[in-house]
């Protein structure tokens, strides 16, 4: 068996449902109750940039009122404790990898981030953000939420092309493999050689792409898979 040393993982909005937060394409997830071409495009935000303030004001609250649950607890023991590398990279915009002390890497953005549109100044967001509201630096009116939307570029491509390259294992927790560049992960992982596990409560797209499958709730596979992985 390959000895491992490096772990990828890419968790999704799965990883946060047992904190109370939806997730997207779930029975009853954000995109029934909202279109993304309303308020998940740049051009939604020229068009209507109220509403789109408003949809992430609001779940801009809720993250900051959820709290991890065991899953996020148990890749929190898993970055301290594992001997080799272990790069969490999250499709997540809510926070909750950081309040159980993971180091993540951002890929969709941040809720809790602001960014100006003009300039690319990025500061902190207050909890609720509206129209017209200046950019710190360059005193434009042209603050945005921090979180990218369809059909801009994820953030910090570069490194994570290189750590799926170079990873002994790759895992993937509570996603759809509905949106790329993160539903092609699991195959870049897997031409450089390594493991992959899949964590969900059922199959996703991507599901036929991984070696390993691992059914159930996250707060309960997740802690399992790192006692694993530790022991
Ligand atoms: P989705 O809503 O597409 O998928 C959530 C996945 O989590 C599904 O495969 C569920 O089966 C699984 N799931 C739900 N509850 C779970 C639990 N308790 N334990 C384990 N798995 C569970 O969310 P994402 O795949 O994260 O992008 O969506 C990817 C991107 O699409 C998001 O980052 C967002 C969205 O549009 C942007 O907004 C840019």
Same mark, same amino acid.
């Given at each position: 068996?390959?000895?491992?040393?490096?772990?990828?993982?890419?968790?999704?909005?799965?990883?946060?449902?047992?904190?109370?937060?939806?997730?997207?394409?779930?029975?009853?997830? &954000?995109? =029934?109750?909202?279109?993304?071409?309303?308020? /998940?495009? $740049? !051009?939604?935000? #020229?068009?209507? @940039?109220?509403?789109?303030?408003?949809?992430?004001?609001?779940?801009?609250?809720?993250?900051?009122?959820?709290?991890?649950?065991?899953?996020?607890?148990?890749?929190?023991?898993?970055?301290?404790?594992?001997?080799?590398?272990?790069?969490?990279?999250?499709?997540?915009?809510?926070?909750?990898?950081?309040?159980?002390?993971?180091?993540?890497?951002?890929?969709?953005?941040?809720?809790?981030?602001? &960014?100006? =549109?003009?300039?690319?100044?990025?500061?902190? /967001?207050? $909890? !609720?953000?509206? #129209?017209?509201? @200046?950019?710190?630096?360059?005193?434009?009116?042209?603050?945005?939420?921090?979180?990218?939307?369809?059909?801009?570029?994820?953030?910090?491509?570069?490194?994570?092309?290189?750590?799926?390259?170079?990873?002994?294992?790759?895992?993937?927790?509570?996603?759809?493999?509905?949106?790329?560049?993160?539903?092609?992960?699991?195959?870049?992982?897997?031409?450089?050689?390594?493991?992959?596990?899949?964590?969900?409560?059922?199959?996703?797209?991507?599901?036929?792409?991984?070696?390993?499958?691992?059914?159930?709730?996250?707060?309960?596979?997740?802690?399992?898979?790192?006692?694993?992985?530790?022991?």
């Amino acid at each position: 068996m390959r000895r491992i040393d490096r772990i990828v993982i890419l968790t999704g909005a799965g990883i946060s449902a047992e904190s109370g937060l939806g997730t997207f394409r779930d029975e009853g997830g &954000l995109w =029934a109750q909202h279109r993304i071409e309303d308020v /998940a495009t $740049p !051009e939604a935000f #020229v068009r209507n @940039p109220d509403l789109v303030h408003r949809f992430y004001n609001a779940r801009r609250v809720q993250a900051a009122e959820a709290q991890p649950n065991p899953a996020h607890h148990a890749l929190a023991r898993l970055q301290a404790d594992f001997p080799g590398d272990v790069l969490l990279v999250t499709q997540n915009v809510d926070g909750l990898h950081e309040k159980a002390g993971v180091r993540a890497i951002h890929m969709h953005g941040e809720l809790s981030r602001a &960014l100006c =549109a003009a300039c690319e100044h990025r500061w902190d /967001a207050p $909890p !609720e953000m509206s #129209v017209g509201e @200046p950019c710190p630096a360059c005193d434009k009116p042209t603050a945005r939420p921090d979180i990218v939307w369809f059909g801009e570029i994820p953030y910090h491509m570069e490194e994570i092309i290189e750590a799926l390259q170079t990873c002994d294992l790759f895992a993937a927790i509570g996603t759809s493999g509905q949106v790329y560049p993160a539903a092609g992960f699991v195959e870049e992982a897997r031409m450089s050689g390594a493991a992959t596990v899949e964590m969900n409560l059922r199959d996703s797209d991507m599901s036929y792409a991984f070696e390993e499958h691992i059914v159930g709730p996250a707060s309960k596979t997740v802690p399992a898979w790192v006692d694993r992985l530790l022991a």
